[in-house]
């Protein structure tokens, strides 16, 4: 039994305690297994040190050259051809294939050493406020994935499979969790406001593939109705919506005596819910009760809705409302050129609330059951793409080493995991030395976390074995790591 | 009528085991239905058809394998080293990582060695065998004992049910009536080919169709543009409204441009091999996508066609089914070849297209202008035709000589006088021919001269809103074409052209007569090029009348045909690519020899006689020795309208794969289908007037059977998300019943696509239509592939990226706040209480007539108790608060109290499961 069916299977009861007259149990069961939408947490793989996920993905593939891969060796190569051996037949998009010639490109932005639980951490002047929590942080430098183009990366990480059709992380946890809350969704997803909107998101990074739909992550929208169709006609009062779904209720109660399908029992427990939702969801987006101290902490602009602060704000609120799948989407990240005046404006925006989400966690106590988790679908290069200057340049895709911090949820706080080069252009292993060969997919090399052994490891501070959250489809037992995947136990506490 | 199981219900019986078949313990173990399953299960992935990981030579996928070390030693168990290791305390089989075997399958794996360890072949493999016996015997007979068929449903539940199944629609009240007071004894059969011959039936069916090849109107990856295929989408709806057979509607789809002198409608078909999604994003490698596009072709045949997942097979021979690496490419050979450029350009015309009618109507009026012309041509004598040809031959009219056209000249701007002229060598042929800017008007004039009386032809590419002047008069323009009769002299031609960034700027002119410099005599010229030299001919060809006629009807047709639109076609590249296995599904990882196009052994040879292209391919998947893809059909078929399939898994017929319910009337059925020449309205109805259809739904208080898994109750489900927006729009009298072009947009909330789209993409604004477009049925709501209409995918509609044969029926809150708040929703609730306050006085009538539409009967005493007693309360806060009555509906109705507390009772029933399940 999959896990989540066997809460289900206790919820589900509890549910229909009263209710499912002369039902047999393998009815119950069988339809159980249907309908997992009220899943709680009551059994999972093993215990879990994170209740709860908040990732903050940064689409379009953050320079890791410009806020946490410090290589200070670039300056002395600047604009010298990058070296052959170092991009040891990586293969480079059709962006700067043409290109004449392959320019070292050093950051311009300061590093600066920040004490970290272990030997500190490097962060650059863009990050300031990300800079004072690093003693949360466990700064991954050697994250890495095959895809090359957006497209395909993003769907990779958040789908496991390069191709659209599988089901999103998020997905695979609310399938895997379920849902804690009683009058808000499991899966809540939020999209951040940016001034460089260049990449596109896509329903299939938080679609439930072909997991029933109720995994879908819903989305919390900064424009019109948060949830989407969650306000009453004009004219309709929350009295008249009342009286209205108690003969809703009443109608539906009718049809189950006569037709006795239990489908119409959880409709009406539904329609309960929405209702719920139509004062809780309100409730959530007003932050008139937030003390000033909050706003000190996020930054004035976390009172205008859709800014990065705005959502990680709406994160934590959700988090504390039992919600335990969280996503926010930033856009923008895709410096291929101008990278400074973009980054220095996407790093703007972010910071702060990242800085204050981790605060404003551990000032509640909720840091340590909360799993944090920052970071793009791939890295940029450390050649320049278009005209390099000391002032501005830009950077192509770089599959082979990104970073991604984590905090929180049973992460060793304040350490670095990993390294690369003096180029950020392979991984290293700890002696400083390339990896030769390439780390791959298909077997994990210490040091290294490819996006399945991220996924993987994201999954197994929540509780789950991403080799045992499975489900049929096609004949096969599919999972969100396909074949691949290594719990990365070094970075866990 | 069938005899009430109700005098039992004492006795429950759990039918939780069904699917492995009643079998005691002197039947002889099945090996495919009870022992295959457990090994492909339990022991594929380590001792099946790939040869494991290197660990072991052991395979357990044949006899010869599993004997020839003894792992199995046929008819000695405990001697069987298979078995002794399955039982093995100290070193199991499968090891702890793995699934484990249950006591029972070790038992029957026991059992199955000492009755001599034989194996046959995976069921789906073999050939369907069409056995005697009804769908009701064969349902029948898998009932446990002391359990018959349900009683029957009642005429108007049969009525809705069938409707809903057929139409997607409940009945229209005076076809239900018609059918209720039809006494005679196939009054339900009438009904039914009623049903199946509105124009309705084809606009449902067509929808799991496109949810199967996974139909969008945009390319579905980063910019997700625009995509213009919806005529792909109008004629799969208008084929299944004629009904044609399936093996025909395969073979089209797959290489309908392979067939000899493709028709257009062969030619729309093949957007089937168009489908897939597509990506232009800057940097990406074409051989990568050349790739990836393949990748997609060969799942979505697989699960479409064969009910079988390719996936495995991509990187590695597949685990669990017979089907080896080579294999795939193999079959992704057959798709290697084709012409368009694995990048789409992010163009809405992503070539080769091919221009066709533009919707429905256009289609049919398309159809009868053909079939004129094909008569007219007919009362044609052929000796006269051709010895006119060579008459007009002998006059030189197709030489160019004929006419002289100068070198043209090109300016940018409004008005061409006060623009600088340019020239140019030739006629442009795209973009960077022209000078200016893409977005800009562009004009390019020069100067025919002819010597008498001509009619040429002049084509070209515009965005919209072209302008012809002839000698400085402005000349009325139907479209991109216009033909020009030229008076003898010289005549000045000035053209103005709105650029467009995806559309290349061509002009081109040409004569009609030029066709007969290469096609020497009048049959070899295509029916279009001879009424068009008919009419052109002056009367040289044949006589005054015919030439009027070819006239006339030639004036129709280019008025048609300025008025067609383009879609995605499917075209062979004359030298094939090379197709190589790629080492774990890496594009750049080519290995071994060059493969031909084959398919999968397993699945039966294909024919020597049959070429290795994409026709090829499709006459093997039509051949009557096809094990899968009739059983495959019929079992979608089936879960259409029994809501669940025989096979469980639609997707999956392999060895993973659930195995029928009732094997033998899922082949029978199949064998059938092919045997009727794979006419599905014959399959439908032989479905519905069963005995198996037509039970009550019921759940059974003396049956545990909630998947429905021997059918001894009716078909009751919730309604697709499609369903229940056309009952409501139509209920509402609201539905707008035009059929086909382009997809249309429905209001959504805002910034839907905004918030998600890159700024260059054309499909970050969603401009909701509002001329009633919006109304039409769901199968023509635009699908944007990254974001389709929240309305569809809150009820389980897929996103159409990939393929889709069995939705899941999801129960959420957020479906119950689109129920009720949804402002399409309220806008028909709004329409429908108007309807119902102008057919009558009475609240009673007024009730009557919203049940009968919505649940195709009377309302109960107690619905009718809670109805008014909602419409009472509504009606008291209305009165008293009149602004809220405005609010809800509006200022243009008469009575906004009244009008208000029926809106709230109508969208409260349409929310109701008494409109949204079908029972």
């Known amino acids: ?493 | 009528m069938p005899k009430t199981c109700l005098h039992i219900a004492f006795a429950i019986v759990i039918v939780a085991v069904l699917g492995v078949p009643k079998c005691d313990a002197q039947d002889k173990i099945n090996f495919a239905k009870q022992i295959l399953p457990i090994l492909s299960d339990k022991c594929f992935l380590c001792h099946g058809p790939d040869g494991g990981k290197g660990e072991t030579d052991l395979r357990l996928d044949s006899f010869e394998g599993a004997t020839a070390g003894g792992a199995v030693d046929p008819g000695e168990p405990d001697d069987s080293e298979m078995i002794l290791r399955i039982f093995d305390e100290d070193d199991p089989m499968p090891p702890e990582e793995s699934k484990p075997l249950s006591d029972v399958e070790k038992e029957l794996l026991k059992r199955w060695v000492k009755e001599g360890g034989q194996y046959t072949q995976h069921w789906a493999y073999v050939l369907p065998q069409k056995q005697t016996g009804s769908i009701d015997d064969w349902i029948n007979k898998s009932f446990p004992e002391n359990v018959d068929f349900a009683p029957q449903a009642d005429r108007a539940t049969l009525a809705r049910r069938a409707a809903l199944i057929l139409t997607g629609l409940p009945p229209e009240p005076d076809e239900l009536t018609a059918f209720l007071d039809d006494k005679s004894e196939d009054a339900y059969e009438t009904y039914l080919d009623q049903l199946m011959a509105s124009t309705r039936y084809g606009e449902h069916q067509a929808r799991y169709w496109l949810d199967a090849v996974r139909y969008g109107d945009t390319h579905g990856l980063h910019l997700d543009n625009r995509r213009g295929i919806f005529p792909y989408r109008d004629w799969v709806i208008r084929s299944f409204n004629s009904n044609q057979p399936f093996d025909q509607f395969i073979t089209w789809q797959l290489a309908g441009d392979l067939l000899p002198d493709p028709t257009m409608e062969q030619l729309v078909a093949t957007g089937f091999v168009r489908m897939n999604p597509s990506t232009a994003e800057g940097g990406v490698i074409p051989a990568e996508f050349q790739a990836k596009n393949n990748f997609d072709r060969v799942e979505t045949l697989g699960v479409a066609l064969l009910g079988t997942s390719f996936v495995c097979a991509r990187c590695h021979t597949h685990k669990y089914d017979p089907i080896t690496h080579t294999e795939y490419y193999e079959l992704l050979a057959f798709f290697n070849n084709t012409a368009e450029s694995p990048l789409d350009g992010n163009a809405y015309q992503y070539g080769p297209i091919l221009k066709v009618p533009a919707n429905i109507k256009a289609w049919d009026n398309w159809t009868q202008l053909e079939k004129e012309r094909d008569q007219l041509l007919k009362g044609l004598d052929k000796n006269i035709a051709n010895a006119a040809v060579e008459l007009a031959k002998s006059l030189g009219h197709w030489k160019s000589s004929n006419w002289k056209a100068t070198k043209p000249i090109a300016s940018t701007g409004e008005r061409p006088e006060e623009k600088q002229w340019e020239n140019i060598d030739r006629l442009p042929g795209k973009n960077g021919d022209l000078p200016g800017k893409t977005d800009q008007a562009r004009w390019v004039s020069f100067e025919v001269e002819v010597g008498s009386k001509q009619n040429l032809a002049l084509t070209f590419n515009s965005g919209p809103g072209p302008e012809l002047f002839l000698n400085g008069q402005p000349e009325p323009l139907q479209g991109n074409l216009a033909s020009l009769t030229l008076e003898p002299g010289t005549t000045k031609v000035e053209l103005k052209l709105i650029g467009s960034k995806r559309l290349p700027l061509q002009v081109e002119l040409s004569s009609l007569w030029d066709a007969l410099r290469e096609k020497k005599n009048w049959d070899s010229l295509a029916p279009q090029q001879q009424i068009s030299l008919l009419a052109d001919s002056g009367g040289e060809l044949v006589d005054e009348s015919k030439t009027k006629q070819a006239a006339e009807l030639n004036k129709k047709i280019e008025s048609a045909q300025a008025q067609f639109t383009t879609t995605l076609i499917a075209k062979e590249l004359p030298k094939p690519r090379v197709t190589k296995l790629l080492e774990r599904g890496e594009y750049d990882i080519p290995q071994g020899e060059p493969l031909n196009p084959d398919v999968p052994e397993t699945m039966g040879a294909m024919s020597d006689e049959l070429p290795r292209n994409r026709l090829g391919l499709a006459r093997w998947l039509t051949d009557a020795d096809h094990p899968l893809v009739t059983r495959v059909l019929v079992n979608r078929f089936w879960q259409q309208v029994f809501g669940v399939a025989l096979v469980r898994t639609p997707e999956e017929f392999g060895l993973q794969g659930d195995h029928p319910t009732h094997p033998e009337l899922l082949d029978t059925l199949a064998v059938e289908f092919h045997q009727s020449g794979w006419d599905l309205k014959k399959l439908f109805k032989r479905m519905l007037t069963s005995r198996t259809f037509c039970q009550q739904s019921k759940w059974r208080p003396d049956l545990s059977d909630p998947e429905n898994k021997i059918y001894a109750r009716g078909p009751g489900y919730r309604l697709d998300a499609e369903v229940i927006r056309d009952t409501a729009l139509w209920a509402s009298g609201l539905l707008d019943s035009e059929m086909g072009g382009e997809g249309v947009k429905p209001w959504q909330p805002e910034g839907m696509w905004s918030a998600l789209m890159h700024p260059r993409s054309n499909t970050k604004k969603y401009v909701a239509d509002q001329d009633g477009r919006e109304f039409r049925r769901s199968i023509y709501v635009y699908w944007k592939r990254t974001s389709p209409h929240p309305m569809m995918t809150l009820f389980d509609a897929p996103n159409r990226e990939s393929s889709c044969v069995r939705r899941s029926r999801s129960t959420t809150p957020l479906q119950s706040l689109g129920l009720l708040n949804e402002s399409q929703r309220i806008a028909a609730a709004k329409a429908l209480a108007q309807r119902l306050i102008a057919g009558g006085e009475e609240d009673q009538a007024r009730l009557d007539q919203l049940f009968l539409l919505l649940a195709s009967r009377k309302p109960t005493d107690s619905e009718k108790e809670v109805c008014l007693s909602l419409l009472e309360s509504s009606r008291e806060k209305f009165s008293k608060n009149l602004d809220d009555a405005t609010a809800l509906v509006g200022q243009d109705v008469n009575d906004e109290a009244e009008v208000a507390s029926w809106t709230q009772l109508c969208v409260t029933v349409m929310a109701s499961d008494i409109a949204i399940r079908l029972n």
């Open chain 1, 1 to 493: 039994m999959n896990p989540s069916d066997f809460q289900l299977f206790q919820t589900r009861r509890q549910f229909f305690g009263r209710t499912a007259l002369g039902l047999g149990t393998a009815a119950m069961a069988q339809f159980l297994g249907q309908n997992e939408a009220f899943a709680s947490s009551a059994a999972l793989h093993h215990t879990p040190k994170a209740k709860r996920v908040i990732y903050l993905f940064m689409s379009g593939g953050p320079s890791h050259l410009d806020t946490w891969d410090y290589k200070p060796k670039l300056n002395e190569m600047f604009g010298d051809d990058i070296p052959n051996e170092v991009r040891d037949g990586q293969r480079i998009t059709g962006m700067t294939s043409r290109q004449k010639s392959l320019p070292v490109c050093p950051s311009k932005y300061k590093f600066t050493k920040h004490d970290n639980n272990d030997s500190g951490v490097w962060v650059s002047e863009l990050l300031p406020h990300t800079a004072t929590v690093a003693k949360d942080l466990c700064v991954i430098h050697s994250a890495f994935t095959e895809a090359i183009n957006h497209d395909p990366a993003i769907t990779y990480i958040q789908t496991g499979s390069q191709i659209p059709g599988r089901p999103s992380l998020g997905a695979w946890l609310s399938y895997g969790l379920g849902n804690e809350s009683e009058d808000l969704p499991g899966y809540i997803v939020m999209h951040a406001k940016t001034s460089f909107a260049e990449q596109s998101l896509f329903g299939r990074l938080w679609g439930s593939g072909f997991l029933p739909a109720e995994h879908q992550g819903v989305l919390l929208r900064s424009q019109g109705d948060p949830v989407l169709y969650l306000k009453n006609p004009p004219g309709v009062s929350r009295a008249d919506r009342k009286v209205q779904l108690k003969a809703l209720e009443a109608l539906n109660r009718e049809q189950h005596r006569e037709f006795g399908d239990p489908e119409i029992l959880a409709r009406i427990k539904q329609h309960e819910m929405a209702y719920r939702m139509q004062t809780s969801v309100p409730e959530l987006m007003d932050l008139s009760g937030e003390p000033d101290e909050v706003f000190k902490l996020y930054g004035e602009e976390a009172r205008v809705p859709g800014t990065f602060s705005a959502c990680a704000l709406n994160a934590r609120r959700l988090a504390q409302r039992g919600v335990r799948n969280i996503q926010i989407f930033h856009r923008g990240w895709d410096a291929h050129g101008n990278l400074p005046r973009e980054h220095e404006s996407q790093c703007k925006d972010v910071d702060r609330g990242c800085a204050a989400l981790i605060k404003d966690l551990k000032r509640l106590g909720m840091l340590d059951e909360t799993l944090v988790v920052w970071g793009g679908e791939f890295g940029r290069t450390s050649y320049c793409q278009g005209k390099l200057t000391k002032e501005n340049y830009g950077r192509d895709h770089h599959p082979r080493c990104f970073t991604v911090w984590m905090a929180g949820g049973g992460v060793k706080p304040g350490i670095t995991y990993g390294r690369t080069d003096d180029f950020g252009y392979n991984i290293c292993d700890a002696d400083g030395e390339v990896l030769k060969p390439q780390p791959d997919k298909h077997h994990w090399t210490p040091g290294t976390v490819h996006i399945h052994d991220l996924n993987a490891t994201i999954l197994h501070l929540l509780g789950i074995d991403h080799k045992k959250l499975t489900y049929r489809y096609q004949g096969r037992d599919f999972r969100l790591t396909d074949v691949h995947g290594h719990v990365v136990h070094d970075i866990i506490a």
